[in-house]
């Protein structure tokens, strides 16, 4: 078994054909952003900078930050003032009226130290307003990729290593970091998956199908066919079990 632990790499280019849905279905948490001309705000894990874009539109002074440098060039290509950064070791002091971020905060193993980060960017009373996976995101998806790694003897530290909290949990972060929360939930989304689950595994999950070597394909073969009676209509329709946590909160 290898208990290697390896990072997602993303490939712009991938995850515009298999996942531009993410920035796409953000019209929610961009209303509870409710963004105002001249505001300065960092986007946290602007990833390729698609709705960064929009934010800027508005004419707000936009930062992106992200920790791929696929990502972080192909945002800059749009026009993003994007900078490469861990956003668990976030670099700025009192500089911005608000922090947004969508779809990111999953992939960040250590929230305690990302929150530090956002409160210590944030000007006194700035807000925070992000939206991520949440308790039960993916559960299907997860599941299938343990089984198959236990079939086939893989590691199972590489299923599923986001962070996915209740309400709970992260309004306890919050609330020990000097922020009141305004509204949080989970909001169940079943997301339509137009190239299939297959390209949705290979792009979302690329570490855990590379350790099968040339076994990668047959390993995508056996999830998808383990997810089909769940996530597959008859008309060879594939959604995603999406549950997204969305969250606004200030510093008091
Ligand atoms: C999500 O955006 O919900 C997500 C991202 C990566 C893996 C699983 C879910």
Not at 41 to 56: F, N, Y
Not at 212 to 236: N, R, T, Y
């Amino acid at each position: 078994m290898n208990t290697t632990t390896r990072q997602q790499a993303w490939q712009p280019k991938d995850y515009a054909a298999n996942a531009r849905f993410v920035s796409d279905l953000a019209g929610a948490v961009l209303e509870w952003l409710d963004p105002k001309q001249g505001e300065h705000i960092l986007d946290l894990g602007c990833g390729d900078g698609a709705l960064t874009v929009k934010l800027m539109e508005i004419g707000a002074h936009i930062v992106g930050v992200d920790a791929s440098d696929k990502f972080i060039e192909a945002a800059k290509g749009r026009g993003v003032d994007a900078r490469l950064m861990n956003g668990e070791a976030l670099q700025f002091e009192r500089e911005f009226d608000a922090v947004f971020s969508n779809a990111a905060l999953h992939w960040m193993s250590n929230p305690g130290a990302v929150l530090d980060g956002v409160e210590r960017a944030l000007k006194p009373g700035g807000r925070f307003v992000a939206e991520f996976g949440g308790f039960g995101n993916v559960a299907a998806i997860a599941t299938a990729l343990r089984a198959v790694a236990e079939r086939r003897d893989g590691d199972v530290s590489l299923t599923a290593p986001w962070f996915f909290p209740s309400p709970e949990e992260y309004s306890t972060l919050l609330n020990a970091r000097g922020f009141e929360v305004d509204r949080i939930g989970l909001y169940p989304r079943q997301t339509p998956l137009k190239t299939g689950m297959g390209p949705w595994l290979k792009t979302f999950r690329t570490p855990f199908f590379e350790q099968f070597g040339d076994e990668d394909d047959a390993a995508v073969q056996e999830v998808v066919d383990l997810l089909k009676p769940a996530l597959c209509d008859a008309h060879d329709n594939w959604m995603a079990d999406y549950v997204r946590l969305r969250v606004e909160a200030h510093l008091v």
